[in-house]
């Protein structure tokens, strides 16, 4: 099992960053694909970006690439999303998530998930 604690959201204003972070516990982190996730108000959670178990693979939302960045440190149980150039349609609760296998974008092939963490966005 995983466990799963987001931090690092808030408010910031458009065009600057945040680094979103992901602790984990439990003894198949090192070897779980990992995601994050966004949800608004009113709109199905999507997909952001997800990286495998190694951090050799990663895969974006065309939404956000070229402007964040998911990376892990596995000797520390984390796993992080950095957020540059931010703009106010990325305001969303944002979610991290691990699965066994393959690093995948349907949230639904995702066993594990933090209790998410507000980004908000200003103009």
């Known amino acids: 099992q995983v466990q799963l604690v987001e931090s690092g959201g808030g408010l910031v204003q458009a065009g600057g960053s945040l680094r979103l972070s992901c602790a984990a516990s439990?003894?198949?982190?090192?070897?779980?694909?990992m995601g994050w996730f966004r949800q608004s108000p009113e709109k199905e959670r999507e997909f952001v970006a997800t990286?495998?178990?190694?951090?050799?693979?990663?895969y974006y939302a065309d939404s956000v690439k070229g402007r964040f960045t998911i990376s892990r440190d596995n000797s520390k149980n984390t796993f992080y999303l950095q957020m540059n150039t931010l703009k106010p349609e990325d305001t969303a609760v944002y979610f991290c998530?691990?699965?066994?296998?393959?690093?995948?974008?349907?949230?639904?092939?995702?066993?594990?998930w933090g209790q998410g963490t507000q980004v908000t966005v200003s103009s």
């Open positions: 998530a691990a699965r066994s296998g393959h690093p995948l974008s349907n949230p639904r092939l995702y066993n594990y």
């Open positions: 439990g003894r198949t982190f090192s070897s779980s694909a």
């Open positions: 990286i495998s178990w190694n951090g050799d693979y990663t």
